[in-house]
């Protein structure tokens, strides 16, 4: 099965500012999705990352928040942005290829 | 709208035993049905997918799952559970082929020696 690489694997950061996480994926998809699993929970959808076009976010997500840029069928962009301690989570890239597989996520600490 | 419910947060189980992690679902269309694993630190595994075929699906690592539209459930089970099953699972539902995942709040599996 396909493979997703995200970086970076972790990071520590200070309120106010942004971060943007990669995913890149070792063949083409057809879809790419964003999840956040907050700390001790499970994940929830942020968005679609849609090839070419505007992400589809899921309720209680916004673009200026959450940013997302995917401009071929093998990568993704999430933006964290004016981050603050409530944002400190995993953050996990999906891609499909006959189900949704995962990457190693992303663990941002806001402080 | 879908969901996702899983019973029990903590499941406890003595090594060789069986394991029996549940799941129930809700969806107004035909569901896709999954299961992962997510270990200390990482991010999540397939363990096995029902996607509307044959409704008893096994999957790696020994799992396996079945299908019952009428109770409206997906549980996971494992005849002999192995120190090294010990881990998070997480049932999931999309609609159909989307793939756009609602996950259950996750069962974590302890195995005792």
């Known amino acids: 099965s396909a493979v997703i690489s995200q970086k970076p694997s972790r990071d520590i950061c200070q309120r106010g500012t942004s971060l943007t996480i990669q995913c890149q994926v070792d063949s083409q998809v057809t879809m790419m999705f964003w999840y956040r699993q907050q700390p001790g929970q499970s994940l929830t959808l942020i968005a679609t990352?849609?090839?070419?076009?505007?992400?589809?976010?899921e309720s209680g997500f916004v673009i200026d928040k959450f940013p997302i840029s995917r401009p071929n069928l093998t990568f993704s962009t999430l933006t964290v942005s004016n981050m603050s301690p409530e944002d400190s989570s995993i953050y996990l890239c999906s891609g499909v290829e006959l189900a949704a597989f995962f990457g190693q996520g992303t663990r941002l600490t806001v402080v | 709208a879908q969901s996702v419910t899983q019973l029990g947060s903590h499941v406890s189980v003595s090594e060789g035993a069986l394991v029996l992690l549940r799941c129930n679902y809700s969806s107004s269309v035909p569901p896709y049905l999954f299961w992962y694993v997510q270990y200390p630190n990482q991010g999540l595994q397939l363990l096995l997918k029902y996607t509307s075929a044959a409704t008893l699906v096994k999957g790696i690592n020994g799992f396996e799952a079945e299908f019952k539209k009428s109770e409206t459930s997906f549980h996971l089970t494992k005849p002999s559970a192995h120190m090294s099953d010990a881990a998070e699972y997480f049932c999931a539902v999309s609609e159909g082929s989307s793939y756009k995942l609602i996950f259950g709040s996750g069962t974590r599996l302890l195995v005792r020696p």
């Open positions: 990352a849609n090839q070419g076009s505007e992400a589809t976010y």
